[in-house]
Each structure stands twice: as C-alpha cells, then as structure tokens.
C-alpha cells in the first residue's frame, strides 16, 4: 500500500483528527517528520485539517541545531503554514539525555496547544520506531502494558498516523518526490541506548533471527493495545469495590481483593492504584509491581515499601499508597471547644457534631448508625466530674487526636484499657492512628471513635440531659 493511502487509513481507522480541526505538526526536520508534514498538507483538505508547524531546538548540535529550525521554518513558509519554534536548554536538565529532551518536547506541545490554539500534535513515528520501543520497554523491564508500545491516539493528544509506515518507506517516498531533509548525527551516536538498538541489536536480530522482526513487534504492541482496552474497562469496574480513598492516599483492602480476584486481575488492580497516587507509571515496572503484589499477598502484620514516588504501607489487611512525606508527617491536633459545637477534623474530611439535648420525659429511640450518631454521654455526670476535680467550670472540652499511653475504661468493659491494645484489637490500621479523634473532658478521655464513651458517662434512660457525639463525612468515600 502506498505511504498516503497508509496515513489516509490510520487517519481514519483511528479516528485521529476531527473534521476541520487544528493540528500542530512537530517536525524536527528529519525525514519521517519531513514525510508526515508534506503527507498532511496533500490529505488534510480531505478533513478540512488546519495545520501548524511545531519545532523544539534542543541546541544540543550548535549550529547544526539552529540549520534544522531554519529548514523547517523555511518548509513552513513553503506550504503556507504557520511556525512555531521554541529554544530549550537540554543539557541543563541533567539526568538522561533522551528523557529530558523528550520532556521538554511534550512541554512545549502542551504550552502551543493551549496558547495557539491546536486540537492535538501530530508525531511521526513509524513502524521501526514502535519495534524499538516494544524492545527496548521490554529490555527495561516495563510491564505487560508497557509492551503496548505507543498508541497511534493518546490521551495527551498526540496522534501517530505513520506507525503502520516503514523507515525505508519514509525515505523512498521522499526520493521519488523530490524532498529533502536534514540528517542529524546524534542518530548514529551509541551513547543513546535507543540508537544502539537501533543500530545494533535489531539488525543482529533480524539477520539472525527473524527478517519479519520489527513487523511481527509493531503487530504485538497492536494485539497488546487491544488488551489493554479492554483491562482497562475491567479493573476501572472493579476498582471502587476494593480501593478507597483514605488518610492522604489511597487504600487497597488485600484480603478482599486476594479472596476474590486472580492474580492477573490483582496485579493489575494494584498498577492501577500505584498510577492514581502517583500520577503516572514512569520509573515503575514489572519488578516494582511484582514487589507489591508479594507484600499484599504476604501474612497479615505491619511493613512498609518504597517504589518511585509512591510509599506503601501495610497495616492488618489494609495497604495504603501515598506520595512519600517530604519532611515529617502531620503532627496532632487539639481543637479547645464549648458544647453545642461543630468542628472539623483538621487531618480528615469529617466533622464531629456536640450537641446538648435535653430528653426528660421523652421515650429514648435506640442508637442508629454511626453516620449520623455516635454516642450519648450524661452531661450533667461530665460537669460534676469536672467541677469535683477542678479542672475546670464544666463546660470547655478538648478535642484531640490520639498519643502514646491513652487509655480509658470504654462502657461495656471490665477494666481500664491502652488504646493502642483497642487499636490492635480491632484491626485499625495504623495510618488511621495517629489522628483518631478523642473527647477529654479536663485531664479525663470521655469518648473515642469507635470504641464510645467512658463506662461511668454512657447515657442511661435516667439521663435527662445528654451530650450528643457524631461524626458527619463531608463526602461520602468508598466503604470496604
């Protein structure tokens, strides 16, 4: 098939471009950006297709470097079309060369798509270009969905219409019509690990191996592509019955998810929550995934793992992931307050209600959930205790959150127990810990979440005056 009527069919078949939209173009001045530039100037009446050239000038070649931007300004001015440049200092970024240079490639698109403005940005890789990256992302270590290479539409809004295009192609259509382009030296230097896979590796494998190699590795990132599509569906099916949002990052119940769903399913459940509490998956691969499949899988207890920029977290049968801390993690509260009051939690999206209820003569309902009340305590009892003890007229409370060494006798309980025995003992993690809000009354725990009031203060139907306790969610989280 010939190269135009290849472009013209992925163009459709993918549904790249909207009818009368505006594309920016990148072309670096190289020949597969010279084939793609020239292509969409002959197809794009065919959409009503907008077009502006896009260039970054690494400045990585001096002079070189500034000839490619004059080319491809000069190819701009050729077919009519507007020119956009932008110099950039890659060598300032440090680190790896290609990645720093790619970054500041996809930067400078996101900056021209808003202020220009363009519907997406045009790439000219071909179908050697999406071996290499099959091979290479495979070489690294990159997971199943890594191997899906590129796609020829991405959410970003880059589009890809030559990845069914040859490189030999590229050139020989170029030839025949007479166009020119510019060589760039970096493509034979080894220091790039994709040139020497390029340059080295591929050929020693398809003569070696398989003449139909790059062909049969563009057709698996297709077959791979497809897969994913469809795992994609899946897991964001599954995801809201074993992921919540909790503490600062998110929460994977492992029990529930190692009871129900295979290991396939599980590994690429846990993928999805590493790429939401980070952002994106750059710098995780098959190994970091594989790492925490094991620590959700292991036996129940406390233990910890850092893969790039995600801190994972065990407690019980809960695993949270969350960016890593910067510096300490948050301190305590104490949140001084006079009964009726509504306060906010400062580490949580909840608020805690106090109200003073008078229910003499009244028949007492039972106690409904903890949504809407927590707990009753008797009110006239609190300010007795306090007065007696002088800790103050009875009427400032302190909200607080949890410290080493808290223990109370909930109602209900024998003895005097350490929250921390009461944490345990109910399976809290131990993220939710550290600001678990508890209710003193003077130097005196009269409640805490979950485990109610003290024994002496829990409201009996003698109580005519109550102190009313709930907590209120200001969003309703995914429960497990």
């Known amino acids: 098939m010939p190269v135009l009527d290849k472009i013209a069919e992925a ?4 549904r790249l471009f909207a009818a009368n939209g505006r594309v920016g173009v990148a072309v670096s001045g190289g020949a597969d950006s010279v084939c793609l530039l020239h292509a969409l100037v002959e197809l794009g009446p065919r959409w009503g297709l907008r077009l502006e050239v896009l260039h970054v000038n690494h400045g990585l070649r001096g002079g070189e470097s ?3 931007e004059r080319f491809v300004g000069e190819l701009a001015a050729g077919a009519g079309l507007g020119f956009h440049s932008l110099r950039v200092d890659t060598l300032a970024r440090g680190g790896n060369l290609e990645e720093a ?6 930067a400078a698109f996101r900056e021209w798509a808003a202020a220009i403005p363009i519907d997406c940005v045009a790439l000219a890789h071909t179908r050697g270009d999406q071996a290499e990256t099959v091979l290479f992302r495979f070489l690294r270590g990159a997971y199943l969905t890594g191997l899906a290479g590129m796609r020829p539409k991405s959410a970003d809004g880059l589009v890809r219409p030559m990845l069914e295009v040859d490189r030999a192609e590229v050139e020989g259509w170029l030839r025949d019509r007479g166009f020119a382009w510019r060589e760039d030296r970096t493509n034979r230097d080894p220091a790039f690990a994709r040139n020497r896979i390029r340059r080295e590796l591929l050929p020693t494998l398809v003569a070696e191996w398989n003449p139909r190699l790059p062909e049969l590795l563009a057709r698996h990132a297709q077959l791979a592509q497809e897969d994913e599509d469809f795992w994609i569906a899946e897991v964001g099916r599954i995801e809201g019955e074993f992921v919540a949002a909790r503490s600062g990052g998110l929460v994977l119940a492992v029990g529930k998810v190692f009871d129900e769903l295979r290991p396939a399913v599980a590994r690429r459940l846990i993928r999805r929550v590493l790429e939401r509490a980070r952002g994106d998956l750059r710098g995780i691969d098959a190994a970091h995934v594989a790492q925490v499949f094991e620590l959700c899988r292991g036996p129940s207890g406390h233990c910890r793992l850092q893969v790039p920029g995600v801190d994972i977290l065990r407690s019980f049968d809960r695993v949270r992931f969350a960016p890593p801390s910067p510096g300490a993690s948050p301190g305590g509260f104490e949140l001084p307050l006079a009964a009726p009051a ?3 939690l400062p580490f949580e999206p909840i608020t805690v209600h106090l109200e003073i209820v008078d229910r003499s003569g009244k028949v007492q309902a039972p106690l409904v959930g903890h949504d809407t009340l927590e707990a009753e305590l008797d009110w006239n009892r609190i300010q007795s205790d306090m ?3 002088g800790d103050s007229n009875g009427e400032l409370l302190l909200l607080r959150n949890w410290r080493p060494g808290d223990a109370y006798r909930p109602a209900g309980d024998r003895q005097e127990r350490k929250l921390k025995a009461l944490f345990h003992t109910a399976r809290i993690p131990l993220w939710e810990r550290r600001h678990w809000p ?7 725990i009269i409640w805490t979440r979950l485990f109610g009031p003290a024994h002496d203060l829990a409201a009996g139907a003698a109580a005519n005056t109550v102190l009313r306790i709930s907590e209120r969610p200001l969003n309703l989280p995914g429960q497990f």
Request: glycine residues 12%.
């Open 66 to 68: 500034d000839g490619d």
């Open 11 to 14: 163009i459709v078949r993918h």
């Open 101 to 106: 240079a790619r970054d500041l490639r996809r």
């Open 342 to 344: 509504v306060v906010g």
């Open 438 to 444: 508890i209710l003193s009354a003077g130097r005196r």
């Open 387 to 389: 007065s007696s003890t």
